[in-house]
């Protein structure tokens, strides 16, 4: 049996400037961090060892790899080059649609998994490139790559895309007491919705040449905030969450709606300085910077609505828990 942890994430802001439709004209870059709350991937032979047994969501039995319905865990098999296996897949939030890049932390997971089943050890930089091919090039998602490269380093990074599709990955250091602060300071409340991320990102992507200028202004967020956390600015934080949620807003329709909008106004009435809906928007989590002392007026602003879900950072990305199989 092997086990595979691997996290979800928060983008803070930069996010959309991850597409290759951005990035193959300006270069692309996001803050994000890895957060506590994990998908867990188990992987063990099959009884007879040449058919396969897939429990997710759904069950899936065979011996063909090709007619499997689940298409990342199919191109993972393919992949790694792995049949007769039986793979489980258990998760702390919701499995899709909740803006925390659970689809990519999926695929790093499995991936990992299989991996470790094959006896073989791969850096976090391979494991996102193959989570990247299969998502990406070969299922044609329109996504980014900021999400597989996150859930495969874990922690808080700086993530740069360049136009030769090559990624570079700093890792933001701060003292211990600021992290904790900032860390603190976040806050992530459920909106009930799931969603179809790739919806409303294909429309955000084939608007991305009529959105450079917000693309852009989003992109330059990131070394701003950058500075912020360098020079211990933190309450600079929750402003430019907004900022980047005012332009966030324009790229797409669907990435918020009457009802977002009144949960954000109420939480920024009640004390917080900023925030975003996660992911691609139109539901998932709403992430509020808010200083500790106002948080119990949010939480109260917003109950009744939105249910709050505590997180803390996460400086480990996906890793093999359990391995039996050495």
């Not at 063909?64 to 007769?84: C, F, H, S, Y």
């Not at 309450?235 to 909008?261: M, P, Q, Y």
């Not at 900023?274 to 928007?281: P, T």
Request: proline letters at 2%; one cysteine or more.
């Amino acid at each position: 049996m092997i086990i595979s942890k691997t996290p979800l994430r928060i983008s803070f802001v930069g996010g959309g400037t991850d597409l290759k439709a951005f990035y193959q004209h300006e270069t692309g870059m996001v803050i994000s961090t890895a957060i506590n709350k994990y998908i867990y991937i188990g992987a063990h032979k099959h009884f007879d060892g040449s058919s396969f047994l897939l429990k997710y969501s759904e069950v899936e039995e065979g011996r063909d790899v090709n007619t499997i319905k689940n298409d990342l865990i199919r191109e993972a098999m393919k992949l790694v080059g792995v049949t007769g296996v039986e793979i489980v897949s258990m998760s702390d939030v919701p499995a899709k649609g909740t803006g925390l890049g659970s689809s990519s932390s999926f695929v790093i997971g499995v991936l990992n998994a299989l991996y470790a089943y094959k006896g073989i050890k791969k850096s976090p930089e391979e494991l996102a490139r193959d989570a990247c091919k299969i998502e990406i090039d070969i299922i044609g998602k329109p996504i980014g790559k900021q999400d597989q490269y996150i859930a495969a380093y874990g922690g808080l990074n700086k993530i740069t895309f360049h136009r030769d599709d090559s990624v570079e990955i700093e890792k933001i250091k701060m003292p211990e007491n600021k992290s904790k602060e900032l860390d603190s300071n976040l806050m992530l409340f459920y909106t009930g919705r799931t969603r179809s991320a790739d919806t409303i990102l294909k429309k955000q992507k084939n608007n991305t040449q009529n959105k450079m200028d917000s693309l852009v202004k989003i992109r330059n967020l990131v070394d701003e905030l950058r500075s912020c956390l360098n020079k211990d600015e933190l309450d600079k934080f929750g402003e430019l969450l907004h900022r980047n949620w005012v332009e966030k807003r324009k790229l797409a329709s669907g990435i918020t709606d009457d009802a977002i909008d009144m949960y954000y106004e109420k939480a920024l009435s009640a004390g917080a300085l900023g925030g975003k809906i996660c992911g691609a928007g139109g539901g998932g989590f709403l992430l509020l910077y808010c200083p500790q002392e106002k948080q119990d007026s949010v939480i109260k602003s917003l109950t009744g609505s939105l249910e709050e879900m505590k997180f803390n950072f996460e400086p480990e990305g996906s890793k093999i828990i359990f391995n039996n199989e050495q």
